[in-house]
Nanobody, 114 residues
């Protein structure tokens, strides 16, 4: 099992920046891929970005060039979000893939509003 705890969300004005963190604990050495997903009110959860064990990354088209995902040796993961837009408002979830199974954190709220 692995436990994931997100932090770093908050209220920010359009054009601003936030850095989300995901602290992983437990069976972290079995993690294959980690990623960020988000869910806006009334919407389905959607993919934002992922990072593999060898540092490969992928991004949703809507965040390319604005968001950057990273990971450290302790399997903590980060999402640097720049040039934030109101449509980025959502609950952001940390995800870890272990032996084909998804593990999720509780989420951290990001609100982009003037």
């Amino acid at each position: 099992q692995v436990q994931l705890v997100e932090s770093g969300g908050g209220l920010v004005q359009p054009g601003g920046s936030l850095r989300l963190s995901c602290a992983a604990s437990g069976n972290i050495f079995s993690i294959v891929v980690m990623g960020w997903y988000r869910q806006a009110p009334g919407e389905q959860r959607e993919f934002v970005a992922l990072i593999t064990n060898d540092g490969g990354t992928a991004y949703a088209d809507s965040v390319k060039g604005r968001f950057s995902i990273s990971r450290d040796s302790a399997q903590n993961m980060y999402l640097q979000m720049n040039s934030l837009k109101p449509e980025d408002t959502a609950l952001y979830y940390c995800n870890a893939l272990i032996q084909g199974n998804d593990h999720w954190g509780q989420g951290t709220q990001v609100t982009v509003s003037s």
